[in-house]
C-alpha cells in the first residue's frame, strides 16, 4: 500500500523559471494538502483540494503560485517565475476525508527546491 | 492565527530514559491535534491523533495526552532508544483540516 508520492524529491531551477511539483495521494484519499518549510522554519499550510476543487488557498501566495487536483492524475503545485526565496521544501499530505477532520494526514517525503 | 510553541527545542538523552516533549499553542478551538516524527531530509510520519474530545492517546511506547482548555498537549516516550532520535512535531488542526506546526523539539538519544 504505497504512501503519499511526492516527485521529484529534489528540483533545481534559475531564478524566473518555473517549477512544478507533482503528489499522488494514498490508495482512497481524495482530500490533499500542501505545505511549505522554510529553511529554520516550521511547516506552513498552503493549499486543502479535494477532486476538482480548491478547498482552501489562504496559506497560497496570491501571486505565481497555483495548485490544482484534476479528476485524473496528481495534484501539481506550480510556481512561476521563481526567486531566490521560493527555495524550501514543499511537502504534500493526504488524508480520506471524513467528518469533522477525525482522519490523520499522512504526509510524503517532500520536493526540495533550490533556486540558483 | 494559532501560535504553536514547543519547549524544549532540543534534548538530549541516555537510552532508556523517558521522553517528556511539551506543546502549547494559543487557540483552544481546535479539532484534534497530531503528533509527527520527522527524520532528516524525509517527511513527516504521523504518530499520535488525539481527537479534541479526549484526554490521552497511546501508542506502544507513546502516549499524547491533550488539556485543549489550556492549550496544552504533552508527548511521552518510554524507554528512550536510538531509533527514537528525530525531530518530534507538534500540530493542532482547525477548521478540521488545517494543521498548524511548531518548530519541533530535536531528541538525540544516545547508545
Known amino acids: 500500500n504505497a504512501g503519499v508520492m511526492q516527485n521529484p524529491r529534489h528540483l533545481v531551477r534559475r531564478r524566473g523559471q518555473e517549477a512544478r511539483l507533482r503528489c499522488s495521494p494514498m490508495k482512497g484519499h481524495s482530500h490533499v494538502y500542501w505545505y511549505r518549510q522554510l529553511p529554520e522554519e516550521g511547516l506552513k499550510f498552503m493549499v486543502y483540494l479535494q477532486k476538482e476543487n480548491i478547498i482552501d488557498e489562504s496559506g497560497m501566495p496570491k501571486e505565481r503560485f497555483s495548485a490544482e487536483f484534476p479528476k485524473e492524475g496528481p495534484s501539481i503545485l506550480r510556481i512561476q517565475q521563481v526567486v531566490r526565496g521560493d527555495s524550501a521544501a514543499y511537502f504534500c499530505?493526504?488524508?480520506?476525508?471524513?467528518?469533522?477532520?477525525?482522519?490523520?494526514?499522512?504526509f510524503g517525503d517532500g520536493t526540495r527546491l533550490s533556486i540558483l | 492565527k494559532q501560535e504553536v510553541t514547543q519547549i524544549p527545542a532540543a534534548l538530549s538523552v541516555p537510552e532508556g530514559e523517558n521522553l517528556v516533549l511539551n506543546c502549547s499553542f494559543t487557540d483552544s478551538a481546535i479539532y484534534n491535534l497530531q503528533w509527527f516524527r520527522q527524520d532528516p531530509g524525509k517527511g513527516l510520519t504521523s504518530l499520535l491523533l488525539?481527537?479534541?474530545?479526549?484526554r490521552e492517546q497511546t501508542s506502544g511506547r507513546l502516549n499524547a495526552s491533550l488539556d485543549k482548555s489550556s492549550g496544552r498537549s504533552t508527548l511521552y516516550i518510554a524507554a528512550s532508544q536510538p531509533g527514537d532520535s528525530a525531530t518530534y512535531l507538534c500540530a493542532p488542526t482547525e477548521n478540521d483540516y488545517k494543521l498548524s506546526f511548531g518548530a519541533g523539539t530535536t531528541v538525540t538519544v544516545r547508545a
Open positions: 499530505a493526504s488524508s480520506p476525508g471524513g467528518p469533522f477532520g477525525n482522519q490523520p494526514q499522512h
Open positions: 488525539i481527537q479534541s474530545s479526549q
